[in-house]
Each structure stands twice: as C-alpha cells, then as structure tokens.
C-alpha cells in the first residue's frame, strides 16, 4: 500500500483474519473441554492483538516511532509494509513477504496447524476407545497440541511482531505448561502404571527424534506408530 492513510483503520480486515485464524485453530483443534475452550480462548485473544496492530491501529509503531526514526532514517513507518520490523532492521529493503523472517514465519504457522490436526486425530481416537493417546505425534511429545498452538504464535511473532503480543507469549506459554501438568494429573489418574511408563520415555514438549521414544501401545485406527 503507497498510501499510509490507507495502510490501517482497516477494521473489516481486522475481522476477517482473525475469524478465519480462530476458525482454522477451532477445526484443527476442535475444543470438548473446559480447558480445551481455555487454550483455544488465549491463543485467540493473541490472534484479535496481533491482527488488530497489522490492520487496525499500529501501536508498536506509534510507540517505537522515534526510536525507529532514528535508527532507520528514510523508513515510512506508516505504510503497511514497514511494519515487517524484523525484515526492516535486518535490512531487506524488498517485498517483506519474500523476506527470510516471513518466510520462516510461514513454517512455523504451517508446521504447527499440522501438528495440531495430526495430534487431534490421535486423541480423539484414543478418547473414544479409553486408550491412552501415544501413537502419531503423542509417540514423540505428550502434548502435541499446545506445542502447535506455540510453534503459530511464533510464527505470527516473526511475520509482525508487537509489543502486546511478546508480552502475552510468555505468559501464555506459562500458562499452557500449567495447563500440560493438571492434564497430566488426570492422566496419571485415570491410567496409572501405563501413564507413568509413557511419561518417563516420553518428552513433554520437545520431541526425541529416536527409535526408543514413546511406548508401545495398541495402534489406533487410520493411524500408525513411527
């Protein structure tokens, strides 16, 4: 956009991207529980943030506009395209969605709405037959879907960081680990001696790329073990 006046305001725009991100992360995760809707809640409110600043009003920009004046001189920090600020400062002058950090932001948004929807498959399955889920990506990491739900934030966070969003990305990774340990209780729970076995040899959110990660577990329908 050449025309900084037609850069933001843009509030349909707003909308729409953040109605289509939550429905894409509502289908690939497909929320039951209470917890389910609180993780799905939070990575909202980051999406309505984010897509508010790259649309809507650019408060970022506005608060860092000195400091960016002076350190990247001849820069419109009112068009569209300046607010890019990882390709600005690393100096790729050309279209910023060819640039490395919005490429690389890309893998990350893709890789994990595919982590998110090969994890659901899995759990859904186990949960309809009472199994314990580890097949898939459950026989690498015990919790896939909110390791998807990081892997998209930082995606987003290197396509158009704000200073909203990199405040609430910690808190919101400290929350998703609480949220990983009180579903781990349940698990421990409800599966006893199983759910330990798997623990110990299973990573929680870093996956161990070898042949002895996860537990061997009767394989779940449409899916097969590593």
Avoid: C
């Amino acid at each position: 956009m050449n025309d900084p006046s037609s850069s933001y305001g843009l509030w349909s725009m707003v909308v729409i991207n953040s109605a289509v991100f939550i429905f894409f992360a509502f289908s690939f995760f497909k929320p039951r529980s209470k917890r389910d809707w609180r993780t799905l809640g939070m990575f909202s409110a980051f999406v309505v943030a984010l897509f508010t600043e790259m649309y809507g009003f650019p408060l970022t920009i506005y608060l860092l506009s000195g400091w960016l004046a002076r350190q990247f001189p001849g820069v419109d920090f009112l068009g569209h395209d300046s607010g890019h600020l990882l390709e600005v400062m690393f100096g790729w002058r050309s279209n910023p969605h060819f640039g490395p950090f919005h490429l690389l932001s890309t893998l990350f948004i893709g890789g994990g709405f595919w982590l998110l929807a090969r994890a659901w498959r899995v759990l859904y399955a186990a949960q309809a037959s009472g199994l314990l889920a580890t097949a898939g990506p459950y026989a690498r990491l015990r919790h896939p879907q909110y390791l998807g739900f990081i892997l998209i934030m930082v995606g987003f966070l290197l396509q158009w960081p704000t200073l909203i969003t990199l405040t609430m990305f910690p808190i919101m990774i400290v929350v998703y680990l609480r949220l990983a340990r009180r579903e781990e209780r349940d698990a421990a729970a409800s599966f006893g001696d199983a759910w330990v076995s798997y623990a110990q040899r299973t990573p929680g959110f870093w996956p161990r790329w070898t042949s002895g990660a996860g537990v061997s577990s009767p394989t779940l329908k449409g899916e097969e073990h590593p």
